[in-house]
């Protein structure tokens, strides 16, 4: 049964820092392309990194040059940096494998908050 455990967020002042964690088992994590998605309340869950198993990565336009995403295939886990935060990034946090740029996995995790506030 696939399982993905996100950690890492936290209430963080704009400008500042913060690295996301997701740690999936249940599943072939390396050959999935993986992908971090955010939902803040009130709107719908984006995609907002993508990362192939070949390390390629793509972003969503809002957080180009500001987020990096990774992944670590010995450790079953992808990482999403984020830098430059900004009060619009405040929201929860998710990882999942992905077919296409769909998510692979009608599953989710409890996911991390992020906020981000003055």
């Known amino acids: 049964q696939v399982q993905f455990v996100e950690s890492g967020g936290g209430l963080v002042q704009p400008g500042g820092s913060l690295r996301l964690s997701c740690a999936a088992s249940?599943?072939?994590?390396?050959?999935?392309?993986m992908g971090w998605y955010r939902q803040a309340p009130g709107k719908q869950r984006e995609l907002v990194a993508i990362?192939?198993?070949?390390?390629?990565?793509n972003y969503t336009d809002s957080v180009k040059g500001r987020f990096t995403i990774s992944r670590d295939n010995a450790k079953n886990t992808v990482y999403l940096q984020m830098n430059s935060l900004k009060s619009e990034d405040t929201a929860v946090y998710y990882c999942?494998?992905?077919?296409?740029?769909?998510?692979?996995?009608?599953?989710w995790g409890q996911g991390t908050q992020v906020t981000v506030s003055s």
């Open positions: 999942n494998a992905l077919r296409g740029l769909e998510p692979l996995y009608d599953y």
């Open positions: 249940g599943t072939s994590f390396s050959i999935y392309r």
């Open positions: 990362i192939t198993t070949g390390g390629r990565t």
